[in-house]
């Protein structure tokens, strides 16, 4: 990781109070002590997490003010974990959007006068007085239009953001809200470096519990990947101030400190993936396409916990990339084990220079075997050009640019289900387009 200097000012985006802990408690201690200024924007105020309520409450919670006081308490728990670093209240910044909702408002709230509205807390703008956009409808623009204000007001050189392999859907709304605002920014972000760090990850980090004597290594299903890992090694100092930052979460360490408590240890991981540039191959009926790349696909257990010891990674294939005559080409390959007609999820999120994101497409394909079905947003639509070809070895999704909107970059991911376990979720790539 490069170091950090005095004139470095780093932005921790958080999708819930604690990750900062968890993920960058050692980097926020290397910035200030290098003279760095340290900020952090919360996404959401983690009001979601009932089953920790239940247990810190020792009661059962269903009203909409439980929930919303547990917001409050997770925002407190952030304040006092970050001033025992030496980040002060004034550089924190709450956001206050739904905690399990964030992801479906990027992919389905947008352009619309009926708001997301929380399971829990029943409410659909944000509720809490203190946060930066209180009474913020919960839409697409509401998220999009408070980062980029963040980003605009403190002008960040390192921005530290959840991973887009994550498999938890805020940490990866997290990670696309940024991109988008960075893209609407243009020149007025081109000099801030943004990193990913990685915190839910299905059976890691292993052993669970606090080992102080062990290293943070990245997950074994992600040895082959594209990801470019990067470490930073904490001394016995900075590791147990880290152990203790993370025990200020209390709302969620008296349930989950076997859990959380793994990831203080000798180093902290980051690292990103590559981007994929795709260059158009106009009417390539002589030869077949040139695919670009790969995401491995694996065999795994889907929800956290939801694992053994036992549980062992089993290659299942790969997806691969093209662009041809002006239609986005994506195949997949299950792999030789694969037992039944392949069944997966892809999101494809255009981005264009010259349309406004919300007005962009929010695509969603769900396919079974031969059938399939597309939604923008929430929308089911009939008329897309969209074909997915089912063949012996393979199936080759073709979807026209022009039902994208036309992008110069897409964000894509795919979730395939296999047999008889939930294959792993491809993280969010980035496409360019050439």
Same mark, same amino acid.
């Given at each position: ?34 003279? @760095? ?5 919360? $996404? ?43 980040? %002060? ?17 990027? =992919? ?8 997301? /509205? ?12 203190? %946060?930066?956009?209180?009474? &913020? ?10 980062? /980029? ?22 940490? /990866? ?7 988008? @605002?960075?893209? %609407?920014?243009?020149?007025?972000? &081109? ?38 890992? $990067? ?10 101030? /880290? ?13 989950? @400190? ?13 690292? =990103? ?12 009926? &002589? ?12 065999? =795994? ?5 939801? *694992? ?13 990339? @093209? ?51 597309? *939604? ?19 199936? $080759? ?21 296999? %047999?008889? $376990? ?13």
């Amino acid at each position: 990781m490069e170091p950090f200097n005095k004139n470095d000012r780093v932005l921790i985006v958080s999708p819930h109070p604690d990750d900062e802990a968890i993920g960058c408690a050692g980097l926020i201690q290397h910035a200030l002590k290098a003279g @760095a200024q340290v900020k952090a924007v919360y $996404l959401t105020n983690g009001d979601h997490n009932e089953l920790a309520f239940i247990v810190y409450e020792k009661r059962l919670v269903f009203r909409k003010g439980e929930f919303l006081y547990l917001g409050g308490v997770r925002r407190q728990e952030s304040i006092n974990a970050m001033k025992s670093l030496g980040v %002060d209240k004034d550089n924190l910044i709450f956001l206050g959007y739904p905690d399990f909702g964030t992801f479906t408002i990027f =992919n389905q709230f947008w352009q619309t006068d009926k708001p997301f /509205k929380n399971m829990f807390t029943r409410v659909s703008k944000v509720p809490y007085k203190q %946060d930066l956009s209180f009474g &913020a409808p919960y839409v697409g623009e509401s998220i999009l239009n408070d980062f /980029k204000k963040v980003l605009l007001d403190y002008k960040p050189t390192k921005i530290f953001v959840s991973h887009p392999a994550d498999v938890n859907v805020d940490h /990866k709304s997290a990670y696309l809200f940024l991109q988008v @605002a960075l893209l %609407d920014l243009g020149e007025q972000a &081109a000099d801030m470096k943004v990193t990913p760090y990685l915190v839910h990850c299905v059976g890691w980090p292993k052993p669970r519990h606090y080992h102080p004597e062990l290293s943070l290594e990245p997950p074994s299903k992600f040895k082959d990947s594209q990801i470019n890992w $990067l470490k930073i090694s904490l001394t016995p100092e900075e590791l147990e101030k /880290k152990h203790k930052m993370i025990l200020y979460y209390r709302s969620q360490t008296n349930s989950s @400190a076997f859990y959380l408590l793994a990831f203080a240890r000798k180093n902290e991981l980051f690292g =990103n993936y590559t981007n994929i540039e795709l260059t158009d191959q106009t009417s390539l009926k &002589a030869k077949a396409p040139d695919f670009f790349g790969f995401t491995h696909l694996f065999k =795994n257990v889907e929800e956290e916990g939801m *694992f053994s010891s036992d549980v062992y990674i089993e290659d299942q294939g790969q997806v691969s990339y @093209a662009v041809v005559d002006k239609c986005i080409l994506i195949r997949i390959e299950p792999g030789k084990k694969a037992k039944r007609k392949l069944s997966f999820i892809l999101y494809m999120f255009g981005y264009s220079k010259s349309t406004p994101f919300a007005a962009m497409p929010k695509i969603r394909l769900i396919a079974k075997g031969k059938k399939f079905r597309v *939604f923008d947003g929430k929308k089911l639509k009939t008329e897309t050009g969209v074909s997915v070809d089912v063949g012996p070895k393979s199936t $080759l999704i073709r979807i026209p640019l022009s039902f994208l909107g036309d992008p110069n970059i897409i964000f894509t991911s795919l979730k395939s289900y296999g %047999d008889p $376990l939930s294959v792993d979720v491809a993280g969010f790539r980035k496409i360019i387009l050439k």
